[in-house]
């Protein structure tokens, strides 16, 4: 008997189900992506980057990607962590202003540099800045890079990170999450879209 994951209980997906058996259908995939997840979020020994501050980047990256079917997982467990509502209204005050679409930046490459985009960059304001820390704003400032001007996570945007105190190891990690979470809510709206079109 398969456990049912995350994404099941973000789906409400049943057991026999027809999404139920589709995922099924491909047991290595579906065990993979949990497998995946309870790695980045319920890791042995976190380190520096804690379990809180990893739901607070998940927070804003699902955010960022609108009206998710696992955004209100994440939001849930960073308020179980997190019980200070200050904290998380300016957690959602952040992806309101950080949210547009993309993805944009400015290509290195000479022979590509027509094709660059200007857009939103997100710059945390000061007040949010005191909320969140130093620590957690840079981030968040990443994450959004990542995702909205993901061509730009050069040198200079990683030193901001280690300014603030970031090793190389836990600027991996987060660079790991935002890659799982772009990925997982992807596989999680196609499901759901899937699933509509059956019941149409």
């Keep these: 008997m398969t456990v049912p994951d995350v994404l099941d209980r973000a789906l409400g997906v049943g057991a026999g189900d027809r999404l139920d058996r589709l995922r099924r259908a491909r047991p290595e995939t579906r065990s993979n992506v949990q497998l995946s997840y309870q790695s980045i979020f319920e890791p ?19 955010r960022l990607h609108g009206d998710t079917p696992v955004t209100a997982h994440y939001e849930r467990l960073f308020a179980a962590v997190e019980p200070r509502a200050e904290v998380i209204a300016t957690l959602h005050d952040v992806s309101d202003y950080g949210r547009t679409t993309g993805p944009f930046g400015q290509y290195r490459e000479s022979r590509l540099g027509a094709e660059s985009t200007e857009g939103l960059r997100l710059t945390i304001a000061a007040d949010d800045r005191q909320v969140l820390g130093d620590e957690l704003t840079a981030l968040l400032e990443y994450a959004h890079l990542l995702v909205f001007r993901p061509r730009e996570s050069g040198p200079d945007e990683l030193q901001k990170l280690v300014d603030v105190g970031w090793t190389a190891g836990e600027i991996v990690a987060v660079s790991q999450l935002v890659a799982f ?20």
């Design 181 to 200: 979470l772009s990925f997982q809510i992807r596989l999680a709206v196609g499901l759901a879209v899937l699933r509509s079109t059956w019941k149409a």
């Design 44 to 62: 042995e020994f976190p380190g520096a980057l804690s379990v809180a501050e990893r739901f607070a980047v998940a927070v804003v990256v699902a």
